[in-house]
Structures are given as structure tokens and as C-alpha cells.
């Protein structure tokens, strides 16, 4: 016997008052998982992954839904390697006035385009500090949090300001000119 896939799910769909065009767009992207991240150069798409942290995919939809990312620099930029951002301070030393979270580690590799949290040399230490890697990054496999994965855009993460020394610390740094949910995009 056959199943129609397609025809179950809209009946589940349509049983909880959704339709599939709400639920992951007509992209096929889930938009309750999905950020989009303004540069001044442009949109950089971004893929959530609450199936490997669903704890660090919560805080970053609370902090993105208060606006707490809207206009924070990009502090540490490192050529090869990556961009951090999410320190409202632009020192590298600011968090949110949450508590931290758990790591939530997993064999996710980190690869050009991935995002992982930022943390302490505590593994329980991580809060609002994230990064995009420039290149594959496999020495942070296992030691850190991966939430998401850049999945259009990626070009403009390359265009991002590069620091200067070991430190990656960039005067005059880029900015997040916003950073919304896609569910909540107008």
C-alpha cells in the first residue's frame, strides 16, 4: 500500500490550523528557524539548527526578538578563520544579562559557513556571542556549540572587516544592521 506524503502532512497542517506555505514558507525554509542577517553590503541567510542546540537556537531568537543584535559590531574579524560578533560592549567581554548556557556539543563539524557560539574556556560559559567561519574550522569539532549554517550570502560574510594581529580586533568595525527571525520579517 502506497502513502501519499504530501496529502498527509497538509491534513496534519490543516488539522492545526496551518498551511504548509506558513509553516516552512514557499522557499521551503522553515521561517521559525531561519535569520535573516542585514550587512550594509546585503542579506545573509541564516539556517537555525534547533536539531543540535536547541537551547542555543532559543536564546538566539529571544535576544534577536528583543533587538538586542540590531547595530553590534563585528569586535573579532580573523582572515581565514572567522567573524564574532554579539557583544553589545564591542570589547569581546559583553553578554546579555541572561544566564549562560550549556554547551551543547555535538560531532557537527565546523566548516566555511557554519555558526557556532562563542564561549569562555568554561564549556557551560557561552551567552550571546556568535561567529561565521570564513574556512573549515575542524580543530573547534566537539569543543563548541554549532546553532546554524550561513545558506545564502556568504560572499558578503567574506566582505566583513577584517582585524589586524593575532587578536582579530578590527577598528572601525562592521555592524549587524539588523537581525530578524524570517517568521517575523514583514
Excluded at 122 to 137: E, L, Y
Aim: include cysteine; glycine fraction near 12%.
Amino acid at each position: 500500500m502506497r502513502f501519499d506524503t504530501s496529502s498527509i502532512l497538509r491534513k496534519l497542517f490543516l488539522t492545526a490550523g496551518l498551511t504548509l506555505s506558513t509553516a516552512v514558507g514557499a522557499s521551503g525554509a522553515d521561517l521559525e528557524n531561519t535569520l535573516y542577517l542585514e550587512l550594509e553590503s546585503g542579506r545573509v541567510v541564516i539556517e537555525m539548527r534547533p536539531d543540535l542546540a536547541p537551547g542555543h537556537v532559543e536564546r538566539i531568537k529571544m535576544l534577536t526578538r528583543e533587538g538586542f543584535y540590531n547595530g553590534v559590531v563585528f569586535h573579532r574579524v580573523i582572515d581565514g578563520f572567522m567573524a564574532q560578533t554579539g557583544d553589545p560592549t564591542g570589547t569581546g567581554r559583553g553578554g546579555s544579562s541572561y544566564p549562560d548556557i550549556d554547551g551543547e556539543f555535538t560531532n557537527e563539524p565546523f566548516v566555511r559557513g557554519t555558526i557556532g557560539m562563542a564561549r569562555t574556556q568554561d564549556p557551560n560559559s557561552a551567552n550571546s556571542q556568535w561567529f561565521i567561519c570564513f574556512d573549515d574550522a575542524g580543530f573547534l569539532n566537539g569543543e563548541y556549540t554549532v546553532w546554524g549554517n550561513v545558506v545564502e550570502g556568504m560572499d558578503l560574510v567574506d566582505g566583513i572587516k577584517k582585524g589586524v594581529g593575532r587578536s582579530g580586533a578590527v577598528d572601525d568595525p562592521d555592524h549587524i544592521v539588523s537581525l530578524v527571525v524570517a517568521a517575523d520579517a514583514d
